[in-house]
DNA sequence: CCTAAACTGAACCGGACAGTCCATTCCGAG
DNA sequence: CTCGGAATGGACTGTCCGGTTCAGTTTAGG
């Protein structure tokens, strides 16, 4: 990760990784080649190598951050303030359509498994990425714990955990039945469940 | 899939998918060639081709196959008479045990990927899996939902559902992480939301 | 301009690996 | 015993693809 070089570089190794994102979420990782890779960027073998000196691993490990950062973007504004019932059920919307969008591929998913879940890089991405993503909706939870729409004893830590859980499977399911019932029925679960604890509370 | 053919040559097929079944286990998918399984199965190329003409697709298909039937036999007998809540307590346990042994690798997960989502038989393999799965958690609400342990207006189809997705997701995020806090997590949360709609109606 | 370094392109290499081919052995039926 | 087909062994091959090399071209600073 060492950048003492980039005027405009950088910007051929942004496309780069942008267009080889976009190469592998159209064919399977397995299939993408290199070559194919070029081809898409219009770049040419010596210019991945230069940019990845460490070969085909260093560059999808990029794409694999790269795609990491979008996942939680792509939930923003919504993920950052779930401080009412009204914006988890926007959110809620927001993922569901999000995911549904995405189709059959897992670009993350698929990358991890290619470059191995041992290596150690490929392991902390997929790891920081479940950690900020849970930390958000654990932090939107306990702002609702806070405001009094859920009773005092609510556990933010667990709920989040089964909640993140859930959203992972669901999408799993979604990539293999092609529909989005489990990942709905699991962000459906986990709100009514958080409400009904909140009628609890102000009954 | 034509079986005119095996006296005890069936064994050997047998034999060439456990073996191809146990390679693919302690390495990845991607590594694992078929030098490899021949070796560990003491079989010979030509034998592989034999009983799996249309090649490595199909004996990664099969043992796709052989893998997802170990998924629910490795959770008999509890997970067919979920009748009582100490029953779903030690299916609980049986599964967190099940997929921390299992470890970091996915047998299946990694298989699919390999030979492709498209694929019309890969997908069939996990839809149904994924279905009978469902059912089984379904026809245990039911059967408490009757014995009077939950409500009657709990819904059992998109409870097992949104069960189903936290255990894939508990899994596929233990895959990364090697913790099974989120499996645990979406399984005590299921059964401790059932429980508590099931003390609302005793009440 | 000029020159050095950053950058680019394309031909090339070597190894790995799925799949083929044929020779040999095994086994049961007649 | 013997004949035929199934089962087996293993050498061989064609291809694909990550990675290398090097010669050519642009860029930036003086």
Request: charged share 25%; glycine share 8%.
């Amino acid at each position: 990760m060492d950048r003492p070089l980039t005027p405009k570089g950088a910007a051929t190794r942004k496309r780069i990784v942008e267009g080889a994102a976009e190469v592998l979420r159209e064919s399977s990782v397995v299939d993408a080649t290199l070559d194919d890779i070029r081809r898409q960027t219009g770049t040419s073998k010596s210019q991945l190598f230069h940019y990845f000196p460490r070969g085909k691993d260093e560059l999808l490990l990029a794409v694999a951050q790269y795609e990491a950062d979008r996942v939680l973007d792509d939930q923003q504004p919504h993920l950052s303030c779930l401080t009412s019932w009204d914006a988890w059920r926007r959110w809620r919307d927001v993922v569901v359509e999000r995911y549904r969008a995405q189709g059959d591929t897992c670009p993350l998913g698929a990358l991890l498994l290619q470059t191995g879940r041992t290596t150690p890089g490929a392991r902390a991405i997929v790891v920081t990425l479940m950690e900020r993503w849970q930390r958000e909706l654990a932090a939107g939870m306990r702002a609702m714990r806070d405001a009094g729409h859920l009773p005092p004893d609510f556990d933010p830590d667990q709920a989040s955990a089964a909640l993140l859980a859930g959203i992972q499977g669901g999408v799993a399911i979604m990539l293999s039945t092609g529909r989005s019932t489990h990942l709905e029925a699991a962000l459906d679960t986990a709100i009514t469940q958080m409400r009904a604890a909140g009628d609890r509370v102000t009954t």
